[in-house]
């Protein structure tokens, strides 16, 4: 504070000493109140040469002075005041040349610093000549007429005034003035008293703006200590948080955590290592960490302990994870793993050192079960009939046995062999290629049965399927079976050959045959469709004469399993009724169930019947009267036998109904029906 103090009570006198001065301009004759100053004057020719002559100014007349307006002395005032009070160098030098262009007539008016920086120009008379710096700092005229503005030529003679502006006996600046004549004895004297004051002018807005700078620097330095402050605020806020971040990493990882000094003492472990060991929470710290081993493994662990510390290195850390046993507070052991690091000296204990831990307890029986499943896939695999092959990128990856007795070569011979090598030709092939790749992009199984190449040449009928690993990138490979089917193959022939001979005795038989599924026929031989006039599709129903015969057969069929001898009125493709003997029985037909019926026209039959018991009966009528007359001559016969006995006599007649019918028999007998056998063999 002190250096701003100083500069308030140097501020304090300079504008003491500027009302001295303006007191003193007002008493002074016309020009005075004009800042006095000291010159030098420089004269130059119109071709450009220079010459310069010292010369000292003497006072002017004090008969020659005469006060000023009332107007013209309060406008200086107000300048004066403007002087003083300015901002910055630049509108202290447009104020003081405002000013001396109101007392002196030049052409161009120019004040430096020092370091010859421009900081005021006037340019009136030199539009097109101005520098840059010249049109952006150039000061404002008085709104007047000049005379010597309309007498300027190329010709005429300029003189160049250079006058020093001293602080003390420092020079600070420069004030120079070109114009066409010689500046009167009145203005040299006003101008060589005014620059002292432009001097302390000049010191006191550098001081001004010094401490502006130094306001304005103490006042940055606040806020970047403020700044500082918030963020030193919020940098231990983050650190906070990312302490209380990582603790609750830590306190709520699942696997266990602990830290150790280089003694092996427990200095930090978390709740999950707590319960992983089975200790009360926050007991574990001070205790050895040989405590969480077997017992006869402590030794062990201990030497192995030491043995990782000392192998540390100062400029890395140590990292180590392998697999160990540990041992709970009742004494169960469990498979663990383990990850350790070392971690640099803490709170005086030396080194420490990180340890992580983690029950693979479940892990190692899930790899157990993994590896006996894989033991047993791999036999499963292996003892398939059908063959098995791993393929990726058109090679044989894995087979296995039913796949080498499928192509008659090792299983060396197979793996890494093309899958170009077993087809009989390129251009097969490529066909079968092209469509494995479109249906297996489109996520699809292949199937199809094609010939395929032995490792002798001989080709078989294969049964290939497959599908990709993961359909949804194929590249991963592709899982094939392959069967055999060259057996089956044939026997399908030979299955389709009698299919063809069956069919054309269907269609050749003169019995009707028709497949029926729900009242509609399915399927029917030549023969039932032209008796009936039926086709596929056409309601059995409406052939039937007698509407429930249909029904009765069908119970009949439920009952037995098969309908025989049905003996139906149907209607043929004339309307006209005929009679058909049917045999039923249940049927499934590619997957439908329904009746299988053989129909036999007896229509004739029936009629040579109809016309054969007519005669039966015309015949029955006959022996009727035939055995009316024998049983008359029996009579007679017996009754005479009866009179010769009564009379003593001896039988003339064999006298046996029996005898006299058997006799007869063999001329009546095929004639005479059952029950008239029975009657005369009773009598």
């Not at 160049?160 to 420069?174: E, Q």
């Not at 001898?565 to 049917?582: A, F, P, T, W, Y």
């Amino acid at each position: 504070m002190q250096p701003f103090n100083t500069l308030i009570i140097f501020i304090s006198s300079c504008f003491g000493l500027a009302g001295a001065i303006t007191e003193w301009f007002w008493r002074s004759n016309r020009c005075s109140h004009l800042l006095p100053a000291a010159a030098t004057l420089h004269s130059r020719e119109g071709n450009g040469h220079e010459r310069a002559s010292e010369k000292a100014l003497p006072p002017p007349d004090a008969a020659q002075q005469s006060p000023g307006p009332e107007g013209e002395r309060d406008h200086a005032a107000t300048r004066l005041q403007d002087l003083l009070t300015a901002e910055n160098l630049t509108d202290l030098a447009n104020v003081f040349l405002d000013l001396l262009a109101q007392r002196i007539e030049f052409e161009r008016a120019e004040l430096c610093l020092n370091q010859s920086k421009v900081l005021a120009k006037d340019a009136h008379h030199f539009p097109g000549t101005a520098t840059e710096a010249e049109s952006s700092l150039a000061i404002r005229l008085a709104d007047r007429p000049r005379e010597s503005n309309a007498q300027g030529t190329e010709s005429a003679k300029l003189f160049k005034h250079v006058l020093p502006v001293f602080f003390g006996r420092h020079r600070i600046a420069t004030l120079r003035l070109d114009s066409f004549c010689v500046l009167e004895s009145r203005a040299q004297w006003a101008i060589e008293n005014t620059l002292p004051v432009l001097a302390s002018c000049i010191e006191l807005c550098k001081y001004r703006n010094a401490v502006s700078l130094l306001r304005i620097s103490e006042q940055r330095k606040n806020q970047e200590i403020k700044t500082l402050s918030e963020q030193l605020r919020t940098e231990q806020q983050r650190t906070r948080n990312t302490e209380s971040w990582y603790q609750g990493i830590v306190n709520f990882s699942p696997d266990g955590i602990l830290i150790a000094d280089e003694n092996g003492t427990i200095i930090m472990a978390n709740p999950a290592t707590d319960e992983l060991f089975a200790y009360p929470p926050g007991s574990l710290i001070g205790k050895p960490i040989e405590l969480l081993v077997p017992t006869d493994y402590r030794e062990r662990h201990q030497a192995l302990r030491n043995e990782f510390i000392r192998a540390r290195s100062p400029n890395r850390t140590e990292r180590r994870i392998g697999e160990q046993r540990g041992q709970r507070s009742d004494g169960s052991e469990f498979p663990a793993e383990i990850g350790l690091a070392t971690l640099p000296a803490r709170g005086g204990r030396g080194a420490c050192f990180y340890a992580s831990i983690r029950d693979i307890s479940l892990r190692k029986r899930v790899e157990t079960e993994l590896r006996q499943t894989n033991e047993e896939q791999i036999a499963i695999l292996e003892t398939a009939t059908t063959g098995i092959a791993f393929v990726k990128d058109r090679k044989v990856i894995r087979c296995n046995r039913a796949l080498e007795r499928l192509f008659g070569c090792s299983r060396d011979e197979l793996l890494g062999t093309p899958t170009r090598t077993s087809f009989p030709d390129e251009k097969l092939y490529t066909s079968v290629s092209e469509s494995i790749d479109r249906k297996l992009a489109q996520g699809d199984s292949f199937s199809e049965e094609i010939q395929l190449l032995r490792k002798n040449g001989s080709l078989f009928w294969c049964k290939l399927n497959g599908s990709a690993v993961a359909p949804l990138d194929p590249q991963r490979g592709s899982v094939w079976l392959l069967d055999d089917i060259t057996e089956h193959r044939k026997a399908e022939q030979a299955a389709a050959d009698e299919r063809m001979r069956l069919q054309r005795i269907l269609d050749s038989s003169p019995t009707c045959i028709a497949f029926v599924v729900a009242r509609k026929i399915r399927f029917c031989n030549p023969a039932f469709q032209e008796t009936f006039g039926t086709k596929p599709g056409d309601d059995v129903q409406d052939l039937y004469v007698r509407k429930e015969a249909r029904s009765e057969w069908l119970a009949r069929l439920q009952r037995e399993g098969m309908a025989r001898n049905i003996e139906l009125q149907l209607k043929d493709s004339h309307s006209r009724v005929r009679s058909m003997l049917g045999t039923f029985l249940h049927f499934n037909l590619d997957g439908s169930e329904g009746e299988l019926g053989w129909l036999t026209d007896i229509t004739d039959r029936k009629r040579a019947e109809d016309c054969l018991q007519d005669q039966i009966r015309e015949l029955e009528r006959f022996n009727l009267l035939s055995i009316d007359r024998e049983e008359r001559m029996i009579q007679l016969k017996e009754e005479i036998n009866e009179l010769l006995e009564q009379a003593g006599r001896k039988r003339k007649y064999r006298s046996t109904r029996i005898a006299h019918i058997e006799e007869g028999g063999a001329k009546n007998g095929a004639y005479l029906q059952p029950a008239y056998r029975r009657g005369l063999t009773q009598k």
